[in-house]
């Protein structure tokens, strides 16, 4: 998969990241490996959290973080050049996701570790994300993208657009549809009115 | 969806992740897998612009041997079952079910044709799951899904193309300590080459024709310590998708040797039984 060559200064998904999920991390140290190992430490736990959302599976997730790092590595001159690493890494964690999905790897992993794409049953509190990750699983990968993205990251529209390499109505439209099945599929269960 | 309905998704996507635990530092591996992905990026560049002889010379000078840092531990980062504690071979306790397929498809074998124990079936299936997927990460993007077979704990099912293939990674223990010479016979389809890697290991790289002049299959095999190391993809209807080198480039990676040295030093396939001379 291709590396992105480029963030865009100032995009919204890295300025929110950042307040959203913790203090940005100094990475203008990276010349070539220097503050990778810091990056990765600072920020594996919020790329971790996307990636579940992506793939319902803490294990494939867990990879799938893994994967990123690594990239990200491979390419450290020029992603701890960027102005925002931590959007870099995210464009990064996102395409890889989709990559893997066409190649279907990953969900025949996912498949033997939980028996299926949706998680499996679970009791008590739970149950909101068994929802939840069911939910999004029923959504095809780039919907689910599209719906992490601009609604857990919250990036903007045109930045999700750039990311996926689609335009802006597409974003729009698809996301539209996907929170419209969510809110049925969360609606049934009563979900969207008891979470506070 | 309202504004509401999008804080309420938010707010369970948030409680969602909330349970969580802490990874494990994920940056020493992410450090090693980068390392590779580097160096097999450099390679694959030399193999671009200097064609593929020119990049054989070249790309021995860039194996992992030279570099003293790959001698590191690595994990198998896509295995289900590693962990960042688990460096070298699979653990005790890993115990996930490895993607496993039958030999021949519609078939359904005997269940531990081998009688094995169980806690051993897991291990070889372990073992097994871990090259798979050490081979989905370092095959060319061309294969497209690599699939362990059910309790052959050396062969997969690799695609490619929309064609399936036959491929093996065995490390199987041998009283055979060197090398057959490398007989190369291009007249019959038989091509050997002598290459050098992880230090000064030497290894044949063979491209034999199979079943007709026009399809050949691909073959690399090795020594390490007390095996022998055979990694071959064989051809169906076409050739085989991988070439030697690109067998040996996965050879070359210093998480696939570590996986091979586990599987020396605690065998996963019985010994192979003396070699009959030929008369």
């Known amino acids: ?196 | 969806m309202d504004t509401d309905d999008i804080t309420l998704l938010r707010s369970t996507m948030e409680r969602t992740v909330d349970d969580l635990p802490p990874l494990p530092d994920l940056a020493p591996l992410a450090v090693r897998e980068g390392r590779g992905r580097r160096l097999r990026a450099r390679i694959a560049i030399v193999t671009t612009a200097f064609g593929a002889v020119t990049a054989g010379a070249l790309g021995l000078t860039l194996l992992p041997g030279s570099n003293p840092e790959v001698t590191l531990p690595a994990a198998v980062p896509s295995s289900p079952g590693a962990t960042a504690s688990a460096s070298t071979g699979p653990s005790a306790s890993t115990t996930y079910a490895p993607v496993t397929i039958e030999e021949t498809p519609g078939v359904t074998p005997p269940d531990n044709p081998d009688g094995l124990p169980e806690a051993e079936r897991e291990r070889r299936a372990a073992h097994q799951q871990r090259v798979a997927a050490l081979l989905d990460e370092l095959l060319p993007p061309t294969v497209t899904e690599i699939r362990p077979v059910k309790d052959k704990v050396h062969v997969y099912r690799i695609a490619s193309g929309g064609e399936t293939f036959r491929m093996t990674v065995s490390v199987r223990p041998s009283d055979e300590s060197r090398l057959k010479p490398c007989v190369d016979e291009p007249v019959r389809g038989f091509r050997c080459e002598e290459v050098t890697f992880d230090g000064n290991r030497r290894a044949h790289l063979i491209s034999m024709a199979v079943n007709s002049q026009e399809t050949s299959g691909s073959y690399l095999d090795f020594r390490y310590g007390d095996s022998r190391v055979l990694l071959s993809v064989d051809p169906e209807n076409v050739s085989a998708p991988v070439t030697p080198r690109q067998l040996l480039a996965v050879a070359e990676d210093p998480r696939f040797l570590d996986q091979v040295r586990y599987a020396d030093e605690n065998p996963v396939e019985t010994k192979a039984p003396p070699a009959i001379e030929g008369g």
Do not use: I
């Open chain 1, 1 to 196: 998969m291709a590396v992105p060559t480029e963030v865009r200064p100032g995009s919204p998904a890295a300025g929110r990241d950042d307040v959203r999920h913790g203090p940005p991390v100094d990475v203008s140290a990276g010349a070539a490996d220097g503050g990778f190992e810091e990056f990765a430490r600072a920020g594996q736990q919020r790329l971790y959290r996307t990636a579940y959302l992506l793939c319902g599976d803490a294990e494939t997730a867990r990879d799938l973080t893994q994967t990123t790092l690594a990239k990200l590595y491979q390419h450290w001159r020029r992603a701890g050049a960027a102005d925002h690493p931590h959007a870099y890494a995210k464009k990064v964690l996102t395409r890889t996701f989709l990559a893997e999905r066409r190649r279907g790897l990953r969900d025949l992993l996912a498949l033997t570790r939980t028996g299926g794409m949706r998680p499996a049953p679970a009791a008590d509190h739970a149950d909101l994300r068994v929802t939840l990750l069911a939910a999004l699983a029923e959504l095809p990968p780039r919907a689910r993208a599209m719906v992490v993205l601009r609604y857990w990251d919250d990036q903007s529209v045109a930045s999700v657009a750039a990311l996926l390499r689609c335009s802006e109505a597409t974003v729009k439209s698809q996301c539209s549809r996907s929170l419209a099945r969510l809110r049925v599929r969360l609606g049934d269960t009563g979900l969207a009115t008891t979470g506070s």
